[in-house]
């Protein structure tokens, strides 16, 4: 297997901040953390820490890899850590994201300073089971029809969103998930289908947040409540009226939660000043 690439990104902060790296879903991009989405990366630079969005493989300007799976996608973001000087992160995944987050922190705990999964599981369903071919099938056959992305996306967004969050959200939403390329969008889904971290759970010993949409129908509050409950230093926070799209759907909660967070768990990041904005392509 060729060597894996760092990630292109777009940064928020100053450069000596802690880095939060920020790793989006399947529809997503780093244009789900960024100021026309949710605003999450500028948010981060203002309490003291230098975000960094990244386009995994195959999204956005990073380039597709073959092959493509959990083990790939964690080797890219550890290249980008290596590119971007940093021995350790808080990883804050969404979805795919947080599986993402999960398998860095699996195979390289060394490099993870904390974690903030979104609207994500430790597992999808059981491996080979019939659940995973329905749920491939259900996604993949509107592209199988020959239906592109840009057809497919304003279902999908408006299934994974609830039903209060406002049109404009769920509209720009359908636009990030427009622009990722069918072949990624097959390769991540086969990616997550296979994807099992639940044995690991319980050796996480960084602090941990997890964010739950009351109306998620892909990752159901109860699932990561029970997540939560593995880990020894977690914390869990339910989002009212929020389903799965959370920091695009409802910005303002998902920001006051992670704030929060981060303020009691790493309160030495508030010593670096970072209301700069040095938002930058790699």
């Given at each position: 297997m060729k060597p894996i690439a760092a990630l292109l990104f777009d940064a928020w902060g100053a450069p000596d901040a802690p880095v939060a790296l920020l790793l989006h879903?399947?529809?997503?991009?780093r244009l789900a953390w960024g100021d026309?989405?949710?605003g999450t990366g500028r948010a981060l630079s203002q309490a003291g820490w230098r975000a960094v969005a990244v386009d995994l493989p195959g999204y956005g300007r990073s380039a597709l890899i073959d092959p493509y799976d959990m083990a790939a996608l964690a080797a890219s973001v550890l290249a980008t850590l290596d590119q971007l000087g940093d021995k350790?992160?808080?990883l804050v995944g969404h979805s795919m994201?947080?599986?993402?987050?999960?398998e860095v922190a699996a195979v390289a705990p060394e490099r993870v300073s904390g974690l903030v999964l979104s609207g994500t599981s430790p597992a999808f369903g059981k491996p080979g089971g019939d659940w995973q071919q329905k749920f491939l099938h259900e996604r993949l056959a509107p592209l199988d029809a020959g239906q592109g992305m840009a057809a497919l996306a304003p279902a999908l967004a408006r299934g994974m969103a609830s039903a209060l969050a406002p049109p404009e959200a769920v509209a720009r939403c359908v636009e990030v998930m427009a622009q990722v390329s069918e072949a990624t969008y097959r390769a991540a889904l086969q990616a997550i289908v296979g994807f099992d971290r639940r044995a690991d759970l319980a050796r996480l010993t960084v602090p941990v947040l997890l964010l739950a949409g009351e109306h998620d129908r892909n990752a159901p509050p109860a699932v990561m409540q029970a997540m939560a409950q593995r880990i020894a230093d977690?914390?869990?926070?339910?989002?009212p009226g929020v389903g799965h799209l959370a920091q695009m759907e409802?910005?303002?909660p998902v920001h006051r939660a992670l704030l929060s967070?981060?303020?009691r768990r790493f309160p030495t990041a508030d010593h670096h000043g970072s209301s700069v904005d040095v938002r930058q392509p790699n």
């Amino acid at each position: 297997m060729k060597p894996i690439a760092a990630l292109l990104f777009d940064a928020w902060g100053a450069p000596d901040a802690p880095v939060a790296l920020l790793l989006h879903g399947v529809g997503g991009s780093r244009l789900a953390w960024g100021d026309e989405v949710s605003g999450t990366g500028r948010a981060l630079s203002q309490a003291g820490w230098r975000a960094v969005a990244v386009d995994l493989p195959g999204y956005g300007r990073s380039a597709l890899i073959d092959p493509y799976d959990m083990a790939a996608l964690a080797a890219s973001v550890l290249a980008t850590l290596d590119q971007l000087g940093d021995k350790r992160a808080l990883l804050v995944g969404h979805s795919m994201g947080g599986m993402v987050a999960q398998e860095v922190a699996a195979v390289a705990p060394e490099r993870v300073s904390g974690l903030v999964l979104s609207g994500t599981s430790p597992a999808f369903g059981k491996p080979g089971g019939d659940w995973q071919q329905k749920f491939l099938h259900e996604r993949l056959a509107p592209l199988d029809a020959g239906q592109g992305m840009a057809a497919l996306a304003p279902a999908l967004a408006r299934g994974m969103a609830s039903a209060l969050a406002p049109p404009e959200a769920v509209a720009r939403c359908v636009e990030v998930m427009a622009q990722v390329s069918e072949a990624t969008y097959r390769a991540a889904l086969q990616a997550i289908v296979g994807f099992d971290r639940r044995a690991d759970l319980a050796r996480l010993t960084v602090p941990v947040l997890l964010l739950a949409g009351e109306h998620d129908r892909n990752a159901p509050p109860a699932v990561m409540q029970a997540m939560a409950q593995r880990i020894a230093d977690a914390e869990f926070v339910l989002l009212p009226g929020v389903g799965h799209l959370a920091q695009m759907e409802a910005p303002e909660p998902v920001h006051r939660a992670l704030l929060s967070f981060l303020a009691r768990r790493f309160p030495t990041a508030d010593h670096h000043g970072s209301s700069v904005d040095v938002r930058q392509p790699n």
